[in-house]
């Protein structure tokens, strides 16, 4: 009688456990693994290249593998499945998968980074940037925003370690100003899956639920979480 070589042995008997082994309830607490060029593309499948110059945004647009780099630096191990896939699919959705850095359609004054923060909060971030890197004194921003430093504050935050850190920033730094997000949020996120997000989008973005925000949430969702781990029923394509 002949025996699998042990190689092919371990390899029937990890396939056997895998398929033995129960399905997770979703549980957005769940902190997510190390991220990959391949789990940014499948959130945001056009970052997979990028054109010449679309729509006329010079340097704007970044791949995948690009906005990667950026992204690893403000996701580290405490990121939860449900913050992470709030911040990557509002990135995703807000700037066409990375093509954009400022807002065109439609267009707005100084509005931009990845979040497509409004002028407003533009000014603000830039004001905190500055106070962390010690230029506070150069950039100088006071607590009104006007035309005269809102280009030179968007400036501020265009590169990408900052604008691919504004969603996250503007989650974590804005309960304290008129319309920014609910300190409750990223708990929310963590704790309460698609409600979570939902309550994220309309009172701490303070934008309208559509059907694109949801399937983008669900493909970060899908792409963030363990195989084994089922979907949030939100996310179903049954009718």
Same mark, same amino acid.
């Given at each position: ?69 950026? @992204? +690893?630096?403000?996701? !580290? ?7 992470? $896939?709030?911040?990557? *699919?509002?990135? #995703? ?51 009104? @925003? +006007?035309?005269?430093? !809102? ?7 265009? $590169?990408?370690?900052? *604008?691919?850190? #504004? ?65 949030? $029923? ?6």
């Amino acid at each position: 009688m002949q025996f699998p070589a042990p190689t092919v042995l371990c390899v029937l008997l990890a396939a056997l456990a895998t398929a033995a082994s129960p399905l997770l309830k979703f549980d957005s607490r769940l902190l997510i693994s190390s991220l990959t060029t391949e789990k940014i593309e499948a959130i945001a499948p056009k970052s997979a290249t990028c054109p010449p110059v679309p729509q006329g945004a010079v340097n704007e647009c970044r791949t995948a593998g690009q906005a990667l780099v950026a @992204i +690893d630096i403000h996701f !580290g191990n405490w990121t939860s499945i449900g913050e992470g $896939a709030a911040l990557l *699919s509002t990135m #995703a959705f807000e700037s066409d998968d990375f093509r954009f850095n400022r807002k065109k359609v439609p267009g707005r004054a100084v509005q931009g980074t990845r979040a497509m923060l409004t002028a407003k909060w533009v000014r603000i971030y830039a004001k905190y940037v500055s106070s962390v890197l010690g230029l506070s004194s150069r950039l100088g921003y006071g607590n009104e @925003i +006007d035309d005269s430093n !809102g280009e030179a504050a968007l400036q501020a935050v265009w $590169a990408d370690t900052y *604008s691919f850190g #504004a969603a996250g920033w503007y989650l974590l730094h804005t309960s304290e100003f008129n319309g920014g997000c609910p300190s409750e949020t990223r708990l929310q996120l963590n704790n309460e899956g698609w409600a979570g997000f939902e309550n994220y989008v309309t009172k701490c973005l303070r934008r309208p639920m559509d059907e694109k925000r949801k399937q983008k949430w669900c493909m970060a969702v899908m792409t963030l979480k363990p195989d084994n781990m089922v979907m949030p $029923a939100e996310c179903s394509t049954k009718t």
